[in-house]
């Protein structure tokens, strides 16, 4: 079988799809089962395939959002453009069936699939559908989602519940060996910042202003995003040698499992894999969504079940006072821990996968 994947914009739409795809190929011999990815130029998800050493191929998109007029129909007419180039790979390629996580980047793709009549199932990864899934909706066989909350905004006759599916590696990631992986001193408390695969300015701001205060107590293991790292690691450059080697500054990890897994508390936006990846590792947060999207859905959905906390994106001055408020309580974030870890589907690829299948037979 040959199955085709579509999906990117940020790593929380484009590392679902890869994870299903490590479950695909792993299921039968190699020479039996092909993957191949679509996405966009210069999209995240195209360096996940890369790193997948999944096949890739190029289908314009971007969004039909926005305020001003002349981007929403360069928007439409890259919909247009991108939906017919989409089918003539299609054509050429002869997927059995097509995963679509979502973003824009899925949007010509999913359209496609039913014009090839190519049967199309939709992944929603946030607790809320944006306008990608939305529009897939009307195209898709079946839709996939997270959480249950999502079910009150998708179509109940073709939509089912599976969970965020996640790479292998959470599946046997350690605190000792994300320790070794990042260099960690195991003696010192771990903060992990992560403000997604695009980075948080934002909360780098806001780290950068505390760093002393901060690696005074505490060690930090900060993924901040390839455009951010060159002025943090002139900030790093400042510091005394010996908080310096507190500071783990990285653009990015594909190891983000161990990163997690070595944590005591981490620090993220609210993206789609914080639905799926701080579950699976039982780290207690600190979430800080994005003013620029629906991302308070999915910090709304952890919070309530008291596995994290909500921090507006209006209040991150208060981020320093808040991480060492949870750090000085033990109780609480073993608390938000268990919450975390009950969220946890460790079956959701396994599930995505079987449904892939079941679609394609």
Not at 13 to 28: F, T
Not at 174 to 193: N, S, W, Y
Not at 246 to 259: G, I, K, V
Not at 279 to 291: E, F, H
Request: include cysteine.
């Amino acid at each position: 079988m040959k199955f085709g994947l579509a999906g990117g914009g940020t790593g929380g739409h484009a590392y679902p799809a890869i994870a299903v795809a490590e479950v695909l190929r792993a299921g039968a011999p190699a020479n039996n089962t092909e993957v191949v990815y679509y996405g966009t130029l210069n999209g995240p998800e195209r360096r996940a395939a890369a790193e997948a050493s999944i096949p890739y191929r190029v289908v314009p998109a971007s969004q039909v959002r926005g305020r001003s007029p002349i981007r929403v129909s360069t928007g439409i007419w890259r919909l247009w453009r991108g939906t017919r180039i989409a089918a003539e790979l299609l054509r050429e390629d002869r997927p059995n069936a097509v995963f679509a996580t979502g973003g824009y980047a899925a949007a010509p793709i999913g359209r496609a699939c039913r014009s090839e009549g190519i049967p199309l199932v939709v992944f929603l990864p946030d607790a809320y559908p944006g306008w990608a899934v939305r529009f897939l909706s009307r195209y898709a066989t079946k839709i996939a989602c997270s959480v249950e909350a999502s079910l009150e905004h998708l179509p109940a006759e073709k939509t089912v519940v599976t969970g965020y599916p996640v790479r292998h590696q959470f599946l046997e990631a350690t605190r000792e060996q994300g320790i070794k992986r990042f260099e960690l001193d195991p003696a010192l408390q771990t903060v992990l910042i992560a403000g997604g695969s695009l980075g948080a300015h934002t909360i780098n701001l806001s780290i950068a202003e505390s760093l002393r205060v901060l690696l005074d107590r505490v060690q930090l293991l900060h993924i901040c995003g390839r455009d951010e790292e060159h002025w943090l690691a002139r900030e790093r450059d400042k510091l005394p040698e010996w908080l310096r080697a507190r500071y783990h500054l990285h653009a990015y990890t594909d190891e983000m499992a161990y990163a997690m897994a070595a944590a005591d508390l981490a620090v993220t936006r609210a993206g789609a894999s914080t639905l799926g990846e701080l579950p699976m590792a039982g780290l207690p947060a600190v979430v800080i969504p994005g003013g620029f999207s629906d991302q308070h859905y999915n910090a709304d959905y952890l919070e309530e079940r008291g596995a994290a906390v909500t921090l507006p994106h209006a209040e991150v001055e208060r981020l320093g006072a808040l991480i060492f408020e949870l750090l000085d309580d033990q109780t609480r974030r073993e608390t938000m821990a268990t919450a975390m870890r009950a969220l946890a589907r460790p079956d959701a690829t396994e599930r995505l996968a079987n449904l892939l299948r079941e679609v394609a037979a």
